[in-house]
């Protein structure tokens, strides 16, 4: 099902946090550590309605780099390449990424596009709602004792067998990110499928890990080295997530929206 316009929201797709959690009693966990790991976030209902969304997604586009900067493929353009020609795309992504930081994830831009008042499935744009609404945004400020979160971008995500993000640590002062958040919709996962989310310490190992658990909400506080492990050529199931940055923005900068 698709809308047109970053808000409008019908109530059969609205989304809802497990009102069993509770962020004030993982403050201190989260300032300890600067991350956290949340199974169970949001209430059933609402996590198989997304996965549902994103398994019938049809926007999908290979976001990749060439060159030190962003390429989008259409998903259905890169699966008509021949042989020779796919082959070799991946080949000069493979090149780039041996040695620097680099990606290669489909991807559909929710925020973008909710902004842009572009196409997109009704039930993502109640992702971006929620993301956005204080519910969440109050989550946020309680788990980090942080009050100046006030806006959410987010991206949905498609982790296909021998995808992959490798090392960086989100640092972009001037776009106000604060923290970073995944919120994972596979409803299955093995963690020898690949795919964690890979913090990694000043020597170059890796500290701490987090399978990509069916409707957990992984956050963390920015800048902070991480990757995302490749995903395994022998993977049952694509890694599906919402994922994106908690922000401080000037909110007169967005364009005017309609609220759910």
Same mark, same amino acid.
């Given at each position: 099902?698709?809308?047109?316009g970053?808000f409008?929201?019908?109530n059969?797709?609205?989304?809802?946090?497990?009102?069993a959690?509770?962020p004030s009693?993982?403050?201190?966990?989260?300032?300890?550590?600067g991350?956290i790991?949340?199974?169970?976030?949001?209430?059933p209902a609402?996590?198989?309605?997304?996965?549902?969304?994103?398994?019938?997604?049809?926007?999908w586009?290979?976001?990749?780099?060439?060159g030190?900067?962003?390429i989008?493929?259409?998903?259905?353009?890169?699966?008509?390449f021949?042989p020779?020609?796919a082959?070799?795309?991946?080949? *000069? /992504?493979?090149a780039? $990424?041996r040695?620097?930081?680099?990606?290669?994830? @489909?991807? =559909? !831009?929710?925020?973008?596009?909710?902004?842009?008042?572009?196409?997109?499935?009704?039930? *993502? /744009?109640?992702?971006? $709602?929620?993301?956005?609404?204080?519910?969440?945004? @109050?989550? =946020? !400020?309680?788990?980090?004792g942080?009050?100046?979160?006030?806006?959410v971008?987010a991206?949905?995500?498609?982790?296909?067998?021998g995808h992959y993000?490798?090392?960086?640590d @989100?640092?972009?002062?001037e776009?106000?990110?604060?923290?970073?958040?995944?919120l994972?919709?596979?409803?299955?996962?093995?963690?020898d499928?690949?795919?964690?989310?890979?913090?990694?310490?000043?020597d170059?190992?890796?500290a701490?890990?987090?399978?990509?658990?069916?409707n957990?909400?992984?956050?963390?506080?920015?800048p902070?080295?991480?990757?995302?492990?490749?995903?395994a050529?022998?993977a049952?199931?694509?890694?599906?997530?919402?994922?994106?940055w908690v922000?401080q923005?000037?909110?007169?900068l967005?364009?005017s929206?309609k609220?759910?």
């Amino acid at each position: 099902m698709q809308a047109s316009g970053p808000f409008v929201v019908s109530n059969s797709a609205r989304i809802e946090i497990d009102p069993a959690l509770k962020p004030s009693t993982m403050t201190a966990a989260f300032k300890q550590f600067g991350r956290i790991h949340i199974p169970g976030f949001l209430r059933p209902a609402s996590a198989e309605m997304l996965h549902r969304a994103l398994a019938a997604e049809k926007l999908w586009v290979c976001s990749t780099m060439g060159g030190g900067k962003t390429i989008d493929v259409p998903v259905e353009q890169l699966e008509a390449f021949p042989p020779d020609q796919a082959m070799r795309f991946l080949q *000069l /992504a493979h090149a780039e $990424a041996r040695d620097g930081f680099h990606y290669m994830f @489909d991807s =559909v !831009r929710i925020s973008d596009l909710a902004e842009q008042g572009q196409l997109l499935a009704v039930e *993502l /744009a109640a992702a971006y $709602a929620f993301l956005n609404s204080p519910a969440f945004l @109050d989550f =946020v !400020r309680v788990l980090t004792g942080d009050p100046r979160p006030n806006y959410v971008d987010a991206q949905a995500t498609r982790y296909e067998r021998g995808h992959y993000l490798t090392q960086h640590d @989100d640092s972009a002062a001037e776009k106000g990110r604060l923290y970073a958040y995944v919120l994972n919709l596979t409803p299955h996962w093995r963690t020898d499928w690949g795919g964690l989310l890979n913090f990694i310490d000043a020597d170059g190992h890796v500290a701490e890990a987090y399978t990509p658990a069916w409707n957990a909400l992984n956050i963390f506080r920015v800048p902070q080295p991480h990757a995302v492990s490749c995903v395994a050529p022998f993977a049952g199931a694509p890694r599906l997530s919402i994922t994106g940055w908690v922000r401080q923005i000037d909110l007169s900068l967005l364009p005017s929206r309609k609220t759910p």
